[in-house]
């Protein structure tokens, strides 16, 4: 299952051959509750938020996971041009946009 | 075809059941993103939406959450005060004690500790399994069908699922929510620049 996923747009040594188009992940996730209570009391001290850095790996994993899901639900066997995008949905919400291209690649002769 | 694995092939099935059991264990911060083992867009296209999935049970829990009892009999103890509390608030009632709010704060810790021991505890289970129904699959090879249910499974989905079963689930749901794709269309010839630009 280990698709090439790359932020460029050609994979060296590849050709792409089709392009599918543009495949996505969307996530919103707010802290849970013990991430908001931790957070919270970390927010006092200032310094690196762990609860709040984890939530926010999460959103993004899980962006990801989908946006795999997707590229290999139409046939693709890679994903060039890979983007994260974050947006804030009031208080404590986060949306996690993660989009590339699904693309078909095969070894270049 | 995508690029070969760069993990050289393993000697036998039970070390590549063990390389994907170590993979769906490794704490998600080591690696970020973490490696997708398998998507549920590769499970048969037989299996219908109405399908029953299986989920950690009682055991299971008990397993995953040995030591961490310690933290979590006490948010358990804490909800099983609040539903006599709130259903008979005459004979006993902590709200009293410790304030309404404090006890709907707690209460919520506990549904939120006892949500993530349910979706953790797919991973005290070492052995391969069927994810529909729970079957052991043991012994048996990789891309077969489970003896009990008959259908059809790879290692490498039965590790994703480990990893989160919940999780697996709602992707595999969301697949069904995905907007149609515009047609596909073909590259065309590469032309390589020559050295000299021209
Ligand atoms: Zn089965």
Redesign the pocket.
Known sequence: MNIPVTTTFTIEGYRITRYFGIVRGIIVRAPTIPQRMLGGLKSIIGGRVGAFTDMCEQARQQAYDLLIDHAVAIGANAIVGLRYDASDLGPGGTEVLCYGTAVQIEPER | MPPADPIPPPESLEAEWLRLLEQSQRPLDEARPTAVLATPSQLSPTVHEDIRWWRPGWEDMRRYVGWRWVFLSPALLLLLCAIPAWRWPSVFNPFVLVGAKLAVFMGAVALTLAGYVVRRAARARREPF?I??G?NLSGLPDHYR?P??G?PYTWRIIAEYRRDPEWFIERYRALRRLPPLAAPFDAGPVRRRRRDGT
């Open positions: 069927c529909f129904c079957y489970c009990e249910c259908r």
